[in-house]
């Protein structure tokens, strides 16, 4: 009989606590292995590329078009070696990534950092924090994100599932747009005479136009899969200035994450995507394979006076078919997509989005205000300079504006500007809170040229501050919708609605229960949306318009959000590499 051992209490007690700590010890260390740090070099040069039948040279990413693709894991950290050999300056914006005391990191220039400019280079190195999913990365400068663009995938951390069944498989499926001349002298040309600028030629789907272009049925995306299986694909609309609709011929797809956040899961046939937003939905493949193909159809959605690519792109889907199969002569079946201006269809289609907001993934979304904000988002005009004739409306240029402010950006950066206390001649921290002048917003316009005022001006806000923003569209030049995106946040979108946003009324329909939470939202054609944030993340924040030519014409401001008490409620001093203006 084997003899017992009474350990006195204290003896017994260290004893535990010794066990306690080699059963703990292992978790430590995998936490630590948990995130790693990513490397990867981006080389800026020329690629010539055919499309369309017509040869051209383009800015690329390593050689690639679209760029490499990014894959990292949450927690990980990212270190991103630019080198720009071209004769463009350049900067990258890691599209959606918080970028938490990373602010030096997000990559809008002139507001963030000074571009890169030839044969210099940057380093990006940030971590990817309490985030993951379809995110991707674009130039911001210029039109330069045409041709210059790619995922960036976050998966989540190791032994975490997604909160919906694994996928067999996962593709990115990346819009674009595609110009046979160069899209920066495109928007130059623009910006000079004041007109509308030149429309794209044609769409593309990872890269390629497709066969309903012109001589373009060799380069088509297909999509092949297997019966019976379930595909995520990761749908990024990089297209320059148009939403657009998605269709697959015959198959629902269940949306189950928007901008890398989960949301409830919802089946649709047909959904909309706008520039800079991302969406996962799940594709559940036939049974058994049928005896056809499936044209994946995207179209664009726009309600404005201008000139648009109302061109349609198409990709491929095929099953896997046994030896005996032929589909040689039969042409893919086509899904039906809604008219171009079915602004019906996309409040309907936007208002499925919701939070999970479960235990597991919170919505966090700030139940009182402490600071409210009203902008107006839309067109306007631009004085026509002495000497000059310009082609925009009644001999104006074409200018748009938020609150009537149009964007100037300065010639050093504005995060650079704050951090070192020098913000005399770059900024001022007066943009309006509400209209200088109301009016009736999405109303007849009115008889008079509504020109913009130019500036630089920023809002301040002290850290942790929560924070409402009401967006409101306007019908001066056309009622249209404008894809807004804030960096360095994700924003809870509370609320939207037709006509004009009503204080009294509209806000106790607001959801602060399970609201989608964004880092970009289409702002209703003639109507308004409601954001809310907290302000946590300390920099230099750009709020702009995702249709580049929007952004190019002055539609955009910025938060400064000060720094809080904590050591990591502060932005740290850039690298020593930040480049220089």
Known sequence: MAASVLLPTPVLVAF?????????????????????????????GMKTVTRLCRTKSIVAVNGKFPGPRIITREGDRLVVKVIN??????????????????????????????????NQSYVYNFTIVGQRGTLWWHAHISWLRATVYGPLIIHPMPNTSYPFPKPYKEVPILFGEWFNADPVAVINQSLQTGAGPNVSDSYTLNGLPGPLYNCSAKDTFKLKVKPGKTYMLRLINAALNDDLFFSIAN????????DAQYVKPFKTKILLISPGQTTNVLLKTKPNPPNATFFMLARPYFTGMGTFDNTTIAGILEYEQPPSASLKNRPPLKPSLPPFNATNFVANFSSKFRSLANSQFPANVPQSVDRKFFFTVGLGNRPCPKNQTCQGPNGTKFATSMSNVSIVLPTTALLQAYFFGQSNG???????????????????????????????????????TSVEVVLQGTSILGAESHPLHLHGYNFYVVGQGFGNFDPKKDPSKFNLVDPVERNTIGVPSG???????????????LMHCHFDVHLSWGLGMAWIVLDGKLPNQKLPPPPSDLPKC
């Open 85 to 118: 050999n071209v004769s463009n300056n350049i900067s990258i914006h890691w599209h959606g990534v918080r970028q938490l005391q990373s602010g030096w990191a997000d990559g809008p220039s002139y507001v963030t950092q000074c571009p890169i400019q030839t």
């Open 16 to 44: 535990l606590l010794s066990l306690s700590c080699l059963w703990t010890a292992p978790q430590v260390v995998l936490a630590k292995h948990r995130s790693i740090t990513r490397h990867y070099t981006f080389n800026i």
């Open 251 to 258: 198959h629902s797809l269940t949306v189950v994450e928007a």
């Open 426 to 464: 770059v900024y001022t921290t007066d943009f309006p809170r509400t209209p200088l002048h109301p009016f009736n917003y999405t109303g007849t316009p009115p008889n008079t040229t509504f020109f913009v005022m130019n500036g630089t001006k920023v809002v301040v806000l002290p850290f942790n």
């Open 527 to 541: 109507g308004w949306v409601a954001i809310r944030f907290r302000a946590d993340n300390p920099g230099v924040w």
